[in-house]
């Protein structure tokens, strides 16, 4: 397809609500090429639409069978699953990713990132170690976008730190958290050889998340709440609802200052509706 200054607008439309600055952007503009698919897919999911995600992602495997677009179209598809709670579904997905990758580095390291991610999430603590490793291998093994490398980064320094917790190494969590925030700062939102806008806001607050997490694994439960009450604040503000949830189920267990019980048991239970009703469906516990 021609590239038109109609297209760009899409592009950086879709990648600053994806990636970049905007992340409630809300209706998305329809996508015209398969890249534009992952995009609207990635965002989309960010605010839950897990449905118009899931949707996006399936088109987007049917333009392309096999190569990168396709490895990312089913790791993306896996990291909605994990965060629903299906971390054993969303292994056949990351594996899938990484068979269909075709050696590129962007797609290698996202689907390993998953993979350790999954693994992580089912106990295997020496496993997802074993993939984190096998990831950092990718990363260094070509070239890829500024944004590529630096929402790997991120995305690595997460699994890490919840590794780390699971650990019992708070101070290391920490510290993985830490960095993953000041990363998503300096993301670069633009396609390859344009810098873009810069600062991730959903990665932003995720890692925010992370941290709140960390912090309470370290000990430091005060400051955990603190942290996670901003980023709560930010989801509301934003429209990020699976965050929102997540967060307010963090909130329960560790305590606000800014919210009451009521008001938490609330936002999560509200959340939760609206997942289920934009298309996702949420793992029982």
Known sequence: MIE?????GIDQT?????????????????????????????A???????????????????????GPLASLAHSTHGSFLRQLGW??????????????????????????IGLAADALGVGRLAGAATLLSRAD????????SALARDRLAVRRHWVTAEL?????????????????AEL????QTG?????????????????????????????????????????????????????RWALACLLIDIGSVTFSARELHEVRDICAGQVRRAGGSWRSA
């Open 184 to 187: 998503a700062l300096t993301m």
């Open 137 to 144: 291998q990718a990363l260094a093994a070509g070239e890829m």
């Open 191 to 243: 396609q390859t050889g344009d810098t873009g806008t810069g600062a991730s806001v959903r990665h932003g607050v995720k890692s925010q998340m992370v941290l709140a997490a960390a912090l309470c694994s370290a000990g430091a439960t005060k400051r955990a709440g603190l942290v996670a009450d901003d980023a709560l604040d930010a989801c509301g503000r934003l429209g990020l609802i699976p965050l």
């Open 87 to 112: 971390h054993t579904l969303a292994r056949g997905w990351d594996g899938r990713a990484l068979a269909v990758a075709d050696s590129d580095p962007e797609a290698c390291a996202d689907a390993l």
């Open 164 to 180: 780390a917790m699971a650990a019992n190494e708070g101070t290391i969590a920490v510290r993985h958290a830490e960095e993953a």
């Open 14 to 42: 879709l990648a600053e609500a994806a990636f970049g600055s905007q992340p409630g952007t809300w209706p998305l503009p329809a996508a015209t090429t398969p890249h534009q698919l992952w995009l609207r897919a990635v």
């Open 44 to 66: 989309a999911g960010g605010q839950g639409h897990y449905g118009s995600a899931y949707h996006d992602l399936a088109v987007l495997r049917r333009r392309a069978s096999a």
């Open 4 to 8: 038109t200054r109609h297209t760009r």
